[in-house]
């Protein structure tokens, strides 16, 4: 109320009362609608917007249902709805805004915990390279449903693994990502100690010493990532890994957004087997795995 009172005597009523305006009509009438149009126009324009989405879909939306007709082969085809949630509300995911993932050339990790932090369950840690990080939204919801603690140890372009990589748009080697995964195998076992390690990354990175985009490179890296793997479980932590996303290159929510309001976004669409390495470019793996 205070603030509202000296809002009123040192703005409000010095350009209300002031002589230039009091002393003629139209002046104030001028004065007010100029003030008052921004106003309208932003009321109209948050008024307009969709509010946030809750998570829901409603009525006549067919979930993942509509892959049933696929799977059928019945060719039956799902009435065209809007996106949901939104393309206009997607935003980073939290770990990316909170800082948790590395640069390309930190050589110490940065752990977060999100979900249940005081009385877990049960701890899980999600460590890899970015294409690891796709698994965090669904793995934080299961967190918070489930109580789990969840421990992020991601780096950007950089496998969780004991062979040294090829630096990213360098050619070179990569020590920093080498010192990183060392620190984090160190980190996992001596400090966040989980029941499980959940672990990802692109298949298409190469190892420093082997001919660029060959199966040879990415099954030496997939030996080092197995070679971490091994330790992680001498130390009783299991570990699930889990193979990339498919990456269709194209901003998915931006052409969502162009296309996919209300029909289907046949421009959006990528057949899968051109976007997910496969067979022997994708061996990414070696004993013990």
């Not at 009509?25 to 106003?39: K, T």
């Not at 698994?135 to 789990?148: D, F, N, P, R």
């Not at 991601?154 to 693994?161: E, K, N, R, S, V």
């Not at 400090?191 to 499980?196: D, G, I, M």
Request: aromatic content about 8%.
């Amino acid at each position: 109320m205070l603030l509202a009172w000296l809002t009123k005597i040192t703005v409000e009523d010095r350009v209300r009362l002031a002589p230039f305006l009091a002393r003629h009509r139209w002046r104030s009438l001028s004065v007010s609608l100029a003030a008052a149009l921004p106003v309208a126009l932003a009321a109209a324009f948050i008024t307009s917007e969709p509010p946030p989405w809750n998570g829901r879909l409603g009525p006549g939306y067919p979930g993942a249902a509509a892959l049933a007709a696929v799977i059928k082969g019945t060719g039956t085809k799902v009435p065209g709805k809007p996106v949901l949630p939104p393309p206009a509300q997607a935003s980073e995911p939290a770990y990316w805004q909170s800082g948790c993932l590395d640069g390309e050339f930190a050589a110490t990790p940065r752990p977060c915990a999100f979900g249940d932090t005081s009385h877990p369950r049960l701890t899980v840690a999600l460590v890899g390279d970015s294409i690891a990080g796709n698994w965090w939204k669904a793995l934080s919801v299961i967190a918070t449903q489930e109580h789990w603690k969840l421990v992020t140890e991601l780096h950007a372009t950089c496998a969780f693994t004991a062979t040294p990589a090829i630096a990213p748009g360098k050619g070179g080697p990569y020590p920093a990502c080498t010192s990183w995964g060392h620190a984090v195998l160190r980190d996992l076992v001596t400090n966040v100690k989980p029941q499980l390690v959940i672990t990802s990354s692109m298949a298409t990175e190469d190892a420093f010493g082997y001919p660029h985009g060959t199966s040879a490179s990415r099954a030496a890296l997939g030996a080092g990532e197995a070679a971490y793997w091994k330790q992680l479980r001498a130390h009783g932590i299991h570990v699930v890994a889990i193979r990339e996303t498919p990456d269709p290159g194209i901003n998915g929510p931006a052409c969502v957004g162009q296309y996919g309001a209300g029909s289907d976004p046949v421009p959006c669409d990528h057949a899968r087997p051109a976007h997910l390495v496969r067979g022997e470019d994708n061996r990414r793996h070696g004993p013990g795995d």
